[in-house]
């Protein structure tokens, strides 16, 4: 899910003043530098809590004081769209949303945002943006952590606040409480690729050919006990219809197959008995109404399927063309930058005097435009009928099991008017029997004939069959263990190329414990994160595994359901505690009693921060700027000025404003 933050936004409580901005790169490393209490831990809450948190953890003072909306200008596959929550009213958080997107979103800031939405609205159009599925997890657990996955659950992989960026027991983003540590055990598949939206629309059409194929054996079980006590007696049907002069007299064979055989001769041959004519009528107008029946209920299943038939395709179709977009949009990428690098006056390739280019390359943004907006729609607009599909197919087995009623109900009527017609016969007793003897033999030819029960449970048995040999397990497994050891094979490149040692054996990513574990040769049991080290260690595992992660979500293009940003705060806090970077950086003396005991070794420490952001800057520069990387940090342009690809989003120091801004506290 493309999902850049181009903004975080401010808007004061007193309108006189001009909302607070603050600009990211997203096409570079943005860092936001500064001093302790200058805001810039406030800004990943502040993210968070606008892109629909449950609550709300942007510290209380200042920041909440002097906000009356914070907003974020963020950039999607669907377009620009900026987006605005109104503050938390004490200790409850608002639910009022403002939301602009295309053309809109480019618009001066308004005075103050206007309510025109609420949080789970906004919640649902991000959760269709990320294209996951609106299916539970788990079909066969209602209830607990197995709810669909969602939007909001991916945030696990978009922030390392201070307080995690090197906590050696939580690697996630609020994995410390049991509630969300549960569901991303559940979510981290998903998010992975490991488990696919046709993987859980799959269970859960499993799940309920289960339930359908457990209803028909019982249903089965119910008649062929039925049958097993009528043939008991059959030999008994025989002798019966001899009495009524239905069958000549004689022995009756000895193999129950010819005795069943006889009687459905007995039975096809009722024309002789003729039943009085109210009689006849009467069947007659139930038989008109049973088919009346079974005409709209024949009506309703086909359109049931066509409407089927038609979800499916649209989302094939949605699919294919958004790819044939992605690539035209592919092939004019550079044209953006081309424009903004020729000279008005000057040819780019001759060097003449000429406006020949740059007006051509003008006219050119039109169709550009217009297929970004084209993109922009489509991406919006992809459907998620994944519990359609699912609502109309079990709606389907329904309807299918009310007409198989209706049909042996047809037949049996059907059956009856032609025993009645032909023959006049007033014995009671030989309509009691035959009817009796018709109804057993329907029956059995509805357990075991071509359409029968047999036949169905079979043609289900079969669909379940198939569906477990789509859900391969073998090939799951190998999936895992394939994406298992390409983040294990990133974090061991991530981890040298920071030069941190401490830590022995492969690093793997640890599914149930959510934290990362080292597998040594001949030990009997993994070492884990807080189990190595210090904090210089948990700071390199928590970015490797973290970027480790990003770069197999890349890899699923537009099926990555996770936000393409990563924010990092306070990762050189290993190295500088507290503000002591620039007590550093100027030579000035460390005279705590620590450093007295032990000293520092200041310059390794700095080059230990720089290197921190050579491999941001590589990390950024690999992932081809598909990933967003923000930092938070004390350490100033000393740390990362010599990266080309490093942009400084705020320098929070001295006169500067910080994040709000000194004209709003006087």
């Known amino acids: 899910m493309k999902l850049f933050i181009k903004q975080v936004i401010i808007w004061p409580m007193d309108p006189k003043h001009e909302p607070r901005v603050v600009t990211f790169d997203t096409e570079k490393i943005s860092v936001v530098s500064g001093w302790s209490s200058t805001g810039k831990s406030s800004i990943i809450s502040i993210i968070d809590y606008v892109l629909g948190g449950k609550h709300c953890t942007i510290p209380v003072g200042e920041i909440r004081d002097h906000a009356s909306w914070y907003g974020l200008l963020i950039e999607t596959n669907a377009g620009l769209m900026r987006i605005a929550r109104k503050k938390p009213d004490g200790r409850q958080v608002d639910n009022s949303y403002w939301i602009q997107e295309g053309p809109e979103a ?284 699912i609502g109309i197919q079990k709606s389907l087995l329904a309807d299918e099991r009310s007409m198989l009623q209706l049909r042996r109900t047809r037949e049996a009527f059907e059956a009856t008017l032609e025993a009645e017609q032909g023959h006049a016969q007033s014995l009671e007793g030989v309509y009691r029997f035959l009817g009796n003897t018709e109804q057993a033999l329907k029956i059995l030819g509805d357990v075991e004939g071509e ?58 990513l640890d599914e149930k414990e959510l934290n990362v574990k080292f597998v040594r040769d001949g030990a009997n049991r993994p070492d884990f994160l807080w189990e190595i080290g210090s904090g210089e260690n948990w700071m390199a595992y928590h970015l490797a595994a973290l970027l480790g992660l990003h770069g197999i979500f890349l890899r699923r293009k537009g099926d990555n359901p996770v936000p393409t940003f990563l924010i990092i705060d306070q990762p050189s806090q290993v190295y500088f505690p507290s503000d002591t970077f620039e007590q550093v950086v100027e030579g000035r003396p460390d005279v705590s009693a620590a450093s007295q005991r032990r000293p520092r070794r200041h310059l390794d420490d700095l080059e230990s921060t720089r290197r921190i952001f050579s491999a941001l800057a590589r990390a950024q520069q690999s992932f081809k700027g598909r990933l967003q990387i923000i930092v938070l940090d004390h350490a100033d342009e000393k740390a990362w000025g010599q990266h080309h690809n490093v942009f400084e989003a705020g320098n929070w120091r001295g006169d500067e404003d910080f994040l709000i801004p000194i004209a709003w506290l006087t």
């Not at 788990?138 to 606040?161: H, I, T, Y």
């Not at 981290?188 to 028909?216: C, S, W, Y």
């Not at 004019?332 to 930058?337: C, D, E, H, R, S």
């Not at 394939?482 to 061991?492: F, H, K, L, M, Q």
């Open 106 to 389: 480019e618009s001066p800031l308004p005075i103050l945002p206007v309510a025109t939405t609420n949080a789970d609205r906004f919640r649902a159009m991000m959760d269709a943006l990320s294209g996951l599925s609106d299916l539970r997890l788990d079909p066969e657990q209602s209830r607990g952590f197995n709810e669909r996955a969602s939007f909001r659950d991916m945030a696990a992989f978009n922030f390392l606040p201070q307080h995690i960026v090197a906590n050696p027991y939580t690697l996630f983003f609020k994995a410390d409480s049991s509630e969300h540590r549960e569901k991303l055990r559940n979510v981290l598949p998903l998010a992975l690729g490991v488990v696919t939206n046709a993987d859980i629309e799959r269970f859960h059409r499993m799940q309920m050919l289960r339930e359908e194929l457990r209803k028909q054996e019982a249903d089965l079980r119910t008649r062929r006990t039925g049958i097993e006590n009528w043939r008991a007696n059959a030999t008994g049907a025989f002798f019966r219809a001899q009495e009524l002069s239905l069958l000549p007299a004689g022995d009756p064979p000895a193999d129950l197959r010819e005795i069943v055989e006889i009687l459905k001769r007995v039975v096809g041959n009722a024309g002789a008995i003729v039943p009085a004519s109210g009689r006849v009528s009467a069947s007659v107008e139930r038989l008109e109404e049973i088919r009346s029946q079974e005409k709209a209920l024949d009506a309703t299943i086909s359109s049931q399927r066509r409407r089927l038939r038609r979800l499916k395709s649209l989302r094939r179709s949605v699919s294919d063309y958004t790819a044939v977009l992605e690539d035209q949009q592919a092939r004019v990428k550079g044209a953006g930058w081309f424009l903004e690098h020729v000279s008005s006056s000057e040819c780019v390739l001759c060097g003449s005097q000429t406006h020949e280019a740059r007006t051509h390359l003008q006219q050119l943004a039109v169709p550009i435009r217009e297929l970004t907006e084209l993109s922009a729609g489509t991406a919006s607009t992809t459907p998620m009928v994944d519990s359609e599909i």
């Open 451 to 508: 359409e029968g029960l047999v036949k169905k449970i079979a043609d289900l048995e079969k669909e379940l069959e198939d569906l477990r040999k789509q859900s391969d397990e073998k090939s799951r497994r190998e999936k895992e263990a394939s994406v298992r050891a390409a983040i294990s094979d990133y974090i061991v490149r991530f981890v040298r190329a920071l030069a941190v040692t401490g830590a022995t054996g492969t690093p793997l």
